[in-house]
């Protein structure tokens, strides 16, 4: 509002003080006529007024564009932590706090021998848990991690020649020798834990159940290698 | 006193209205392109990042991305992989070279590594990688070829235009699961038809355009 009489009383006072009487018959006004004490303060000093009407508006425009902006600001970067975001607060300059040492989250106490560390009466599992049933999606699925975490360095096949040991890596021995085909699936599920000899732990980025899916996948790579015609079912041998 | 401003000074005053409100709002415009523009974004612009960690050269030995960025499929988050995940080949591949001192300090020390966020949307949006990733978006639809970056650009400038663009017909868009983390697919040529069945066949919701709900990304 302020800002609008302003300017209106601007114009106004510039027609009447050039031309006597006119003011009235402002046609092209948009606002209509003034009365009453604004018309009495533009009367007297305009210029002062334009004067404050023009540093109004400045002081307007600054409020809305500062506020504008610090409000934007504030939705911007909000004080909640967002993942991996520092922290001023605790001293290692991070946001994540570590767990206390030996924390158990409720229902991760995993007392199961067999599923989350392979072994039954302390010896390796000769057999896949209960809980992993051998199904088309399982295979799939353990083919999909192995193609992940494992072939940069055992190959798409299990012979132990990928990529990253082309490029200085130790070279793993062929999962198709005998003393690896012969070992028990518990076994495989532990070096996939906790490494073996000079190939790391993976026991952070796969979990307990995709580790058995890639031990069932294992399994079937051996048998793929070692397949006769008495695998294939009869139907379809004529196929080959 | 003789008169100061004449019939003249109407026409000034109107002119100064005019011009006042143009400059206004060329200033506006100026400020917005400013903005809006790559060099605000740092859309293709490489940050510099602690380690020259190569995206190109390890994507191009076939490390998969979830090798690194395990979470992407399951949480909101794309994880950055901690520094044992570059150890588990590093301690022996390249592991005296000068490049990788960082990581093997930051290994030994526990300190970690600090990179810098490439892509960061305001505090205001709601981002979930997962529920795009299983509805088969791909990471090059919104990152750009990664696999052919020595360090990560922004390849969008991740207005929320863009965001909308693809939520009020996401058939132009999405791939088949199998899809998501080849890095060269190309769309067929007959990707609305693909698409259409893709989104049903996916349940995308896309009844009633509700993807385009403000709360979908505001909340």
Known sequence: MMRRACIRSFRLEGRASAR????????????????GPLQQVAKTGWVKLARSGVAIFVVLCALLTTTGCDLRQKMWDQPSYRTYQESEFFE???????LVEGTVARGFLREDDHYYRGKVDGEFAKELPEQIEVTRELLMRGKERYNIYCSVCHDPAGYGNGMVVQRGFAEPESFHIDRLRGMPDGYYYSV??????????????????????????????QLSQYATLDDVPETVRDDL | ?????????NTVAKLSIVLGVFFVAAALATLDTIHRSSYVRLTGVARPQPVAFSHKHHANMGID??????????????????????????????????????????????????????????????????????????????????????????????FMKWCLECHREPEQF????????NMAYESPKDQHELGEHLVEEYEVKTHNHRLMDCWICHR
């Open chain 2, 174 to 181: 999405i791939r088949p699961r199998e899809e998501v983390f």
């Open chain 1, 20 to 35: 006597p009487g006119h003011a009235e018959a402002c046609p092209s006004s948009p606002f209509g006529d003034l009365h």
């Open chain 2, 1 to 9: 006193m003789a008169q100061v401003f004449g019939p003249w000074a």
């Open chain 1, 92 to 98: 290692d300059g991070s946001s994540a706090r570590p």
């Open chain 2, 65 to 158: 991305c979830r090798y690194c960025h395990t979470t992407v499929e399951e949480e909101a988050f794309a994880n950055i992989p901690p520094t044992s995940v570059c150890m588990t080949c590093h301690t022996m591949v390249w592991a005296d070279s000068p490049a990788l001192e960082p990581v093997i300090e930051s290994y030994e020390t526990g300190e970690p590594i600090k990179w810098k966020r490439v892509h960061d949307l305001p505090d205001h949006v709601y981002f979930d990688h997962s529920a795009h990733v299983n509805k088969g978006i791909g990471c090059a639809t919104c990152h750009g070829r990664v696999d052919e970056m020595p360090l990560v650009w922004k390849e969008q400038p991740l």
């Open chain 1, 192 to 221: 996939i834990t906790d490494g073996f000899g000079r190939m790391p732990g993976y026991a952070y980025q796969i979990r307990p159940s995709d580790r058995w899916a890639i031990v069932a996948y294992i399994r079937t790579l």
